[in-house]
C-alpha cells in the first residue's frame, strides 16, 4: 500500500495532470483552464497528490479579493482524484493541505462551487454574503460556499475579485 504524498505540483508533472482531468471529467473539459491558469496566473496554489509513481489527484487554489473588504480570498477549483483512486480520503487531503498553505498565506475565507454534501465534510457552509462573478441558477444557490480560515474581525461581502482567466460565464453556468 503507498502512502499518499501532498505536494507543490511540478512542471514535470503536465503530463499526468492532462492525464487526470478527462479521466475525473469525462463530461467537461477543465483542461484549457487549468493548464492557463498554470502558466499564466501568479496567484495560485496548486498540489498534487502522489501514490506511489503515480499523480491521483490535483487541486487548483486562486488568490482573490473581495469588492467590499481588503480581505484575501480564494477561489478551489478545480478538484479531480482519478477515478481509480477516489473515496480514499485523497480529495480531502488535498482540501485540508491546501487550507493549511493558505492560511498561513493570511487568506481569510475559501470559496468553492460545488456538491455541498463533499465539501460540507471538510467545513463549508453556503454562502450568501460573497457572491461569485455572475448571478447562479437558483438550484446552484446552495452549490456556492464557503470556509473562514482566518482572523478577519468583519465579515465579508460584496462579490469574489476573480483573475480574468475566471471570468468566463460558461464556468459559472449549468
Ligand atoms: C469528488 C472527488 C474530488 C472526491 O474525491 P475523493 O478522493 O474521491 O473523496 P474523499 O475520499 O476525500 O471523500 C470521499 C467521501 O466523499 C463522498 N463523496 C465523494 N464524492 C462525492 C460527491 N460527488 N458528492 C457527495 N459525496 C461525495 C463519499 O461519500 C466518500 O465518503 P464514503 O466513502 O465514506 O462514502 C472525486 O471523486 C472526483 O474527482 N470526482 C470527479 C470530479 C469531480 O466531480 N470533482 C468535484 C469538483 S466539485
Same mark, same amino acid.
Given at each position: 500500500m503507498h ?12 503530463? =499526468?495532470?492532462?492525464? &487526470?482531468y ?6 467537461e ?6 493548464k492557463? &491558469? &498554470?502558466?499564466?496566473?501568479? /496567484?495560485?496554489?496548486s ?9 491521483? !489527484? ?5 488568490? +482573490? ?8 480570498? =480564494?477561489?478551489?477549483?478545480?478538484? =479531480? *482524484? ?10 480531502? =487531503? ?11 498565506? !493570511?487568506?481569510?475565507? *475559501?470559496? *468553492?462551487?460545488? /456538491? ?5 465534510? +471538510?467545513?463549508?457552509d453556503?454562502e450568501?454574503a *460573497? ?13 456556492w ?7 478577519a474581525?468583519?465579515?465579508?461581502? !460584496?462579490?469574489?475579485l &476573480? ?5 468566463q ?5 449549468p
Amino acid at each position: 500500500m503507498h502512502m499518499i504524498k501532498i505536494r507543490q505540483s511540478l512542471d514535470t508533472d503536465m503530463p =499526468a495532470i492532462e492525464r &487526470l482531468y478527462p479521466a475525473a471529467f469525462p463530461d467537461e473539459d477543465l483542461l484549457p483552464l487549468v493548464k492557463r &491558469l &498554470l502558466a499564466e496566473e501568479p /496567484d495560485i496554489l496548486s498540489l498534487v497528490a502522489e501514490k506511489g509513481q503515480s499523480i491521483a !489527484g490535483h487541486i487548483l487554489f486562486t488568490l +482573490c479579493g473581495l469588492s467590499h473588504s481588503s480581505n484575501q480570498a =480564494a477561489l478551489l477549483a478545480p478538484l =479531480a *482524484v482519478a477515478p481509480g483512486h477516489q473515496r480514499q480520503g485523497i480529495g480531502t =487531503a488535498l482540501i485540508r493541505e491546501g487550507l493549511q498553505q493558505l492560511g498561513s498565506k !493570511g487568506v481569510d475565507q *475559501v470559496f *468553492v462551487l460545488g /456538491d455541498p454534501a463533499y465539501y460540507g465534510r +471538510c467545513g463549508f457552509d453556503p454562502e450568501t454574503a *460573497v457572491a461569485p462573478p455572475y448571478p447562479l441558477p437558483e438550484q446552484w444557490r446552495q452549490a456556492w460556499q464557503s470556509l473562514s480560515i482566518g482572523p478577519a474581525q468583519t465579515p465579508n461581502q !460584496g462579490k469574489l475579485l &476573480l483573475p480574468e482567466l475566471w471570468l468566463q460565464p460558461a464556468l459559472w453556468a449549468p
